[in-house]
């Protein structure tokens, strides 16, 4: 069964550092995502993207956070200076065409800044 | 953001009887709803969805019920398996393309 992949499963950085957080989402869908989960807080949207741009981004996805899509099937999430409060769970997820709310998640990134 | 809630944190029901999954939400604007279920060191894995308009959706031992009127619903699992055991997710969204997550109920399922 098709899945998401995300890497690294675990990083830990400096705060200050830059990091980057890989996903492939499944190959045939077009719209990707970022969610994020402080420990023990709910899972948070952080921004969507499709057709090379971001749709929509939530205020936590400031400038220090950029997506990207280097090629056909990665899609990275770019911290510029990480601060204490960036430490959480990082989700991938992409969805096809189907429009019914329906996601699909990688296993996460766990982020970790000293 | 309080949008979508789970005021349970945690719910034990023997195997073989029914889980009951609440969860309640204040936006009226959201169009779809989920359920997803996660494992520990897993991301979040999509279990079930019922669409606004709709007030019931049955997907073998998942049902999903939807009260508008109260901005509720529900997922009730029947017979509960000890598999089942895991945080489960409530989830809305409005007609663009982010979910809302509520904070989570961690069900055990008591062999």
């Known amino acids: 069964e098709p899945e998401v992949t995300q890497t690294p499963s675990h990083q830990v950085t400096q705060m200050g550092q830059e990091v980057i957080l890989r996903c492939v989402p499944i190959s045939n869908h077009l719209y990707f995502y970022w969610y994020r989960q402080i420990l023990g807080q709910k899972v948070e949207f952080l921004v969507s993207?499709?057709?090379?741009?971001?749709?929509?981004k939530s205020e936590i996805f400031d400038d220090q956070f950029s997506v990207e899509r280097p090629d056909g099937s990665n899609f990275t999430l770019k911290i510029r200076s990480t601060k204490l409060e960036d430490s959480a769970m990082y989700f991938c997820?992409?969805?096809?065409?189907?429009?019914?709310?329906?996601?699909?998640f990688g296993e996460g990134s766990r982020l970790t800044v000293l | 953001d309080q949008q979508v809630k789970q005021n349970s944190p945690s719910l034990s029901v023997q195997e073989g009887r029914i889980s009951i999954l609440n969860c309640d939400y204040t936006n009226s604007m959201f169009d779809y709803f989920l359920w997803y279920k996660k494992y520990p060191a897993e991301g979040p894995t999509f279990l079930i969805s019922i669409s606004s308009i709709k007030d019931k959706n049955e997907d073998g031992r998942f049902t999903v019920f939807l009260n508008k009127s109260a901005k509720h619903l529900s997922l009730h699992i029947v017979p509960s398996q000890p598999g089942d055991s895991a945080v489960y997710f409530c989830a809305a969204r409005t007609g663009a393309n982010n979910l809302f997550f509520g904070t989570g109920t961690r069900l055990t399922v008591i062999p």
């Open positions: 993207f499709y057709n090379n741009e971001i749709s929509e």
């Open positions: 997820a992409s969805r096809g065409l189907k429009n019914t709310g329906e996601l699909f």
